[in-house]
């Protein structure tokens, strides 16, 4: 069992958004913000998405412009963890 509870082995999981999930949730303390600001979409537009904690509210033009919180790339990018 992962020390991860619920995760019965994490050292398989492949690298993406789920684990990067796991890791800002169980690892960085940082559940997914529960609130979308109104103001999301025009801050993405205008190029300064909005960052909390270990999330970035982004709007993706192929997904309906919808905003929504996808977290930092910590299975693809190290520096994302300093």
């Keep these: 069992m992962s020390p991860i509870e619920g995760i019965s082995d994490i050292r398989r999981m492949p690298r993406g958004k789920e684990l990067d ?23 993405y537009l205008a190029g300064t998405p909005i960052h909390y904690d270990s999330w970035t509210c982004v709007c993706r033009y ?11 790339p910590y299975s693809t990018d190290i520096a994302a963890a300093w």
Excluded: N
């Excluded at 796991?22 to 999301?40: T, W």
């Excluded at 192929?62 to 930092?72: L, N, Y």
């Design 62 to 72: 192929d997904e309906g412009d919808t905003p929504k919180w996808v977290p930092d």
């Design 21 to 43: 999930a796991l890791v800002a949730e169980k690892v960085m303390g940082c559940p997914m913000p529960d609130f979308i600001p109104e103001d999301a979409l025009d801050l």
